[in-house]
Structure formats: C-alpha cells, structure tokens
C-alpha cells in the first residue's frame, strides 16, 4: 500500500476547502512541513494547541489538520521561547506537519456549516449568506426542521448533538414557541443578524454571542414578532463536528488520488479527543445557610 505525500494530502484539503473561499482577513493552509514527506496519519482538531500537539506526538501523527490557524496575524519569530513558537517546534523536531482550514471550511459543501446543520436537523437548507448566486457554497445554512417543534426541544436537540462543555447551551427566547425554520453558523455568529432576520428564521444557532447584539436582537424580536430566538453554543462544540466529515473526506479523496495514479493506498484519519474549549468550570452563587 502506497503512502501520500504531504502535497498530495494538501491537494486533497485545497479540493475540498478551496483556500480562494476563505475571508479575506484570513489565514489558511500548510504552516509548516516538507511537501515531499510521505503522510500516514492525519489528526484532526480545532485548535493548534500544546494538548493537540501532545496528543499528535502520542499517536504518532505526520499531519495535524487544525480549523483554527496557528498564525491569523504577521509574526516576526517563531522561536521555541514563545507559546506559539513552541508549538510550530515541536511538531517540527517530531517530523509533523500543520495545515488549518478556517473560513474556507466553514463555507464548503461539508463543511462546518453543514455538519451543523445536519448535527441540528435542517433540510431544503441554503448558505445564509452564498458566495455566488445558488452556490452551495457560502457563510452558514439556513432551511427548515423535519418537524416543528418547541424551542425548549430544539435546544435540546442542539445539547445532545455537540460535545459537552462548561458553558452548554444558553438560550434567549419562550421556551414553548414553536419552531420551523433555522440558521446555523458554526463559530463566532452575531455578525450575521441581518442575515439571519432577512431569511426569517425561527431560531439561530451560534456561538459567541455578545449581551448587546443579543439583546437588541431580541427586544427587536419581541416589538416586530418574537422572532429569531437564539440558541448560543460553545464556539469549539459548534466547529467541533466538522472533524468528522474532515477526517471522512480527506480519507476517501487521498485513496481517489493514489487509485488514480495505480497506487492503492489511504491515509489513516482520526479526530482529536482533546476538548480545546477554554473554560474549565463555571461557579454559581451559594446557597444562603439561613
């Protein structure tokens, strides 16, 4: 059986997650790694972090996907005296390599928006906002829910899809309104409000979501209607599905490649069991003893 090259892989991702789809403002693709070095296993994160890294190392992996970049923004060093730099070092010393697919990803076929969106229920879905005119590319996915059903149920449903955090899952609205149409976007999501208004949903599904935008949204909500409600999510639970679809289809699409060369071969492909949220408790107010 014939292993890829890191090229080979990164053709592989650069099919599926088109970097010319990423935000402008964005930073995705090989960080660091000989194109030329064969790749057996791939691990798939959110976050390039030191726990991630750990867990690379453990495995045995010769590629890190991460959706998160390592580096959004110019840097001058990547010296082993930095938190970042360490990262890029030890990876490099182990002979692993680091690619990250981040709002290009996100708007895929397949992508984060979509395993959200499956994950949560929604059929005869669009992108909130499409790169083109009918693409199926684009920010987000809007549609219908199989069947009504209450927003106390439907955050439920969103609960028990994703990985469990300290946060949860907070919600704004009348638990016992019906809903039957949402919007998902895996992610940091109160910028996209108008979009979610104009589609008329019933209830959208983010992350990050600030008191102000969240509470304009909704006193502008109950004046017009009383929708959208709102059902905010840990931003590494609502990116955290994707890996699995990541992990799936760069599998199948390196075992296309080698085929295609009359090179049977594959990659092995496993998603991170390493919970990169950032918070680690919650504290609630005691109880007054009298």
């Not at 292993?3 to 099919?15: T, Y």
């Not at 990262?87 to 996100?106: F, I, K, P, S």
């Not at 209607?225 to 599998?251: C, I, K, M, N, Q």
Request: aromatic share 6%; proline share 6%.
């Amino acid at each position: 059986m014939s292993l890829p090259s890191l090229a080979d892989v990164v053709d592989v991702l650069e099919g599926l997650y088109p970097p010319g789809t990423a935000e402008g403002w964005d930073s995705v693709g090989l960080v660091c790694g000989d194109p030329a070095a064969t790749v057996g296993k791939v691990l798939f994160a959110v976050d390039p972090v030191a726990d991630v890294v750990d867990e690379a190392l453990e495995w045995g992996a010769d590629l890190v996907v991460t959706h998160h970049p390592l580096f959004l923004k110019g840097v001058h060093s990547v010296a082993a005296t930095t938190f970042k730099g360490s990262v890029v070092h030890r990876l490099l010393t182990a002979g692993v390599a680091l690619y990250n697919a981040h709002t290009n990803a996100d708007a895929a076929p397949r992508g984060v928006a979509d395993a959200l969106a499956d994950a949560v229920g929604l059929v005869d879905r669009a992108p909130l906002v499409a790169l083109a005119e009918g693409a199926e590319t684009g920010i987000g996915r809007v549609g219908r829910l199989a069947a009504p059903t209450t927003l106390r149920d439907f955050a439920q449903r969103v609960a028990d899809a994703l990985p469990a955090t300290v946060q949860g899952v907070r919600v704004a609205g009348d638990l016992d309104a019906q809903v039957s149409t949402a919007a998902v976007l895996g992610g940091s999501g109160d910028g996209f409000f108008d979009a979610v208004r104009a589609a008329r949903a019933d209830v959208y599904v983010t992350s990050d979501l600030r008191h102000h935008p969240a509470s304009e949204l909704r006193e502008r909500a109950v004046f017009e209607g009383g929708t959208p409600y709102l059902v905010d999510t840990a931003h590494f639970a609502s990116e955290w599905l994707w890996l699995r679809y990541a992990a799936t289809d760069v599998a199948a699409g390196v075992s296309a490649l080698l085929a295609g060369r009359g090179e049977p071969g594959t990659v092995t492909c496993k998603v991170s069991t390493r919970v990169s949220d950032p918070w680690t408790a919650v504290a609630h107010p005691r109880k007054d003893p009298q």
